[in-house]
């Protein structure tokens, strides 16, 4: 193991602005996988024991560095893929971020899994550790489409991760699904969701498939020939998985996002809605009220900045006043509630409706949008257009 030198630069002071709805979150970057999926487009490499040995103590290092008078009520652990590392390192990592600033006793800490790795003693020890939330990778309980996709489990592995899952007493367990995958047809997609249904999860994340330019996916299209539906079939594939999703039980609150009462990400609402977090790990992005920085991504020269007591961060950017208001509204029109503009106007002091208005009108008369009370919020058509509403903040 390589011992790590104390950090010498700091994160940029806290200078959150008043009136932030949600409390902090921590986000803690995990960049190695198993294998490397054909459309991966993340931070992330293949598994290595020794760097994984450096990785550890960086990390730790790194949020030894940051302490915080604000208290943490989420933790993130975020891929890549996460259920690489041991309990013990999880639980070190825990610990560091108890250490460095107050987390709430009844904090929701999440870990992203894929259902490989999450073997029976993992699940055990992670819970052990205090991560109350599991997020799975499924992505299809379609054989052929998981092996399409490079993934290394089966249908039958996802089902069982699952009730190990279960088993070690995570009840509040989120399940990823892809769809406008090569070739895929709309009966083939709610194969899968009414699978994903029928296995009782807490909350759903549903992804459209982007194929990067780069990406060996692309090849494998290109040698069988196979393509991505059209559009409106992918609208149909969205809508139809929400309404089955609204039947069984669930609700969404997102654009991509489903769950049960009481089990929404209070991690990613921040996101959504005008929080802030702070990111550890490779590539990790912070935002604290109106500062925003970034760590380099890859993991060796991570691990050596750490390891030489430098500052990981590549990019530090403090947003102007207007950018904060229209990312405020940008990202909380992703939300089912929609935007509090109330509290945006009161947050950004920016009157929304009349520098607006106007160009959210013609969405507001084709039924897109929403404008009641102190809300503006897509409908769930309007929700396949949100690109187009949203580019009226920008
Ligand atoms: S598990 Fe996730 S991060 Fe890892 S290669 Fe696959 S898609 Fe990328």
């Known amino acids: 193991m390589t011992a790590t030198a104390p950090v010498e630069a700091a994160p940029p002071a806290e200078a959150h602005a008043a009136n932030e709805p949600l409390g902090l979150g921590l986000y803690v970057h995990v960049p190695f996988c198993d294998a490397i999926c054909t459309y991966c487009n993340f931070t992330r490499g293949l598994f290595d024991a020794t760097l994984v040995r450096r990785y550890v103590e960086a990390v730790i290092a790194e949020i030894a560095a940051a302490p915080t008078a604000r208290a943490a009520d989420t933790i993130y652990f975020g891929g890549g893929t996460p259920s690489v590392l041991e309990p013990e390192d999880v639980k070190r990592i825990l610990d560091a971020c108890r250490s460095s600033r107050e987390v709430g006793a009844d904090a929701e800490i999440t870990m992203e899994a894929n259902p490989e790795s999450a073997t029976a003693a993992r699940l055990d020890g992670y819970r052990a550790a205090g991560v109350t939330r599991l997020s799975l990778g499924v992505q299809s309980f379609r054989d052929a489409e998981l092996a399409l996709l490079g993934r290394l489990h089966t249908s039958r592995g996802a089902r069982d991760a699952i009730d190990r899952a279960r088993h070690a007493g995570f009840d509040d367990l989120s399940l990823d699904l892809m769809m406008w995958l090569p070739g895929q047809t709309v009966d083939a997609w709610l194969e899968s969701v009414d699978a994903l249904i029928a296995l009782a999860p807490d909350h759903v994340s549903l992804y459209l498939l982007e194929v990067y330019p780069n990406a060996p996916l692309r090849d494998e299209m290109v040698r069988t020939a196979s393509t991505q539906a ?131 009108r013609p969405f507001v008369d084709g039924g897109q949008l929403v404008d009641e009370g102190d809300r503006l919020r897509l409908t769930r058509e309007g929700m396949l257009l949100a690109n187009e509403v949203m580019a009226v903040f920008v």
């Open 230 to 360: 059209p559009d409106d079939v992918a609208a149909e594939m969205y809508l139809a998985a929400l309404g089955r999703l609204d039947e069984a039980g669930f609700r969404q609150y997102e654009i991509s996002n489903v769950a049960r009462p009481g089990h929404r990400s209070r991690h990613n609402l921040k996101h959504w809605a005008d929080g802030s977090w702070v990111g550890f790990g490779p590539g990790a992005h912070s935002t604290l009220g109106a500062d925003r920085w970034s760590n380099i991504p890859d993991a060796e020269a991570y691990v050596a900045r750490l390891e030489a007591g430098e500052d990981p961060t590549q990019a530090r950017q403090r947003r102007s006043a207007a950018d904060q208001a229209s990312e405020a509204l940008f990202m909380g029109l992703r939300l089912a509630d929609g935007v509090d503009l109330a509290a945006v106007e009161k947050r950004h002091a920016i009157d929304v409706r009349a520098r607006y208005g106007e160009a959210l």
